[in-house]
């Protein structure tokens, strides 16, 4: 069964204040791993796909890489407006369904 | 181009009632999926439907049911609804398996 461990649970972060989320998966293959973001009483909005490790994705202020156990997004320098809940979930080349992590809650104080 | 439209945005209804949740896919995509998303915990698998057929389901009870249309649209039926089935459903559509998928705003639903 495909398991996707996301921490930490919460985190909160100084304008400014660079940091990294992590996500560990296990899954029996992997052909893809996702990252959303998702804001209060909104759906998840699309970030990255990741396909295979050593696979990097840039976009703004936030990167995500991927090995063949977990994956980090990392946020560089963040903004308030990147506070949300920061969804990892992964899929697998049998299946047709995501798998998703319980979530990073972030907060960005100004 | 028109996102995943999923209606009501919220609903209210009472134990054992039955609802029904509405999810047009974005033009073009013909995979639609179900996920439950409980308060302050990540989206739970419901179904996927593909071409109008059921391709995955997950771990829920018989009371949940969903279908395809020939334009793609999909509908999420839940029976004898319980306090437990209080949840965000969202609807995910997709070309198909591995093209990723885009969410919708989801369909707020609590029992009382």
């Known amino acids: 069964e495909d398991q996707v461990t996301q921490s930490p649970e919460a985190l909160r972060l100084q304008e400014g204040e660079s940091s990294s989320l992590n996500c560990s998966y296990t899954?029996?293959?992997?052909?893809?791993l996702f990252w959303y973001r998702q804001d209060p009483g909104k759906g998840p909005e699309f970030l990255f796909t990741?396909?295979?490790a050593g696979e990097e994705k840039e976009k703004e202020r936030l990167k995500a890489t991927l090995t063949k156990k977990e994956s980090f997004l990392h946020i560089t320098a963040p903004k308030p407006e990147d506070s949300a809940t920061y969804l990892c979930?992964?899929?697998?080349?049998?299946?047709?369904?995501?798998?998703f992590g319980e979530g990073t809650q972030l907060t960005v104080n100004p | 181009d028109a996102g995943v439209t999923q209606s009501p945005t919220h609903l209210i209804k009472t134990r054992g009632q039955h609802v029904t949740l509405r999810c047009s896919p974005i033009?073009?995509?013909?995979?639609v999926s179900w996920y439950q998303q409980v308060l302050g915990q990540g989206p739970q698998f419901i179904f996927q439907?593909?071409?109008?057929?059921?391709?995955g389901r997950g771990n829920f009870p018989d009371r949940f049911s969903a279908r395809q249309f020939p334009n793609y649209s999909s509908e999420l039926n839940v029976n004898a609804l319980l306090l437990g089935d209080s949840a965000l459903y969202l609807c995910?559509?997709?070309?198909?398996?591995?093209?990723?998928?885009?969410f919708g705003s989801g369909t707020r639903l609590t029992v009382v």
């Open positions: 995910a559509s997709s070309l198909d398996a591995g093209y990723g998928y885009t």
């Open positions: 899954v029996s293959g992997l052909r893809g």
């Open positions: 990741l396909y295979s």
């Open positions: 979930a992964v899929e697998e080349t049998s299946g047709s369904r995501l798998t």
């Open positions: 033009s073009g995509h013909k995979s």
């Open positions: 439907y593909y071409e109008k057929e059921e391709r």
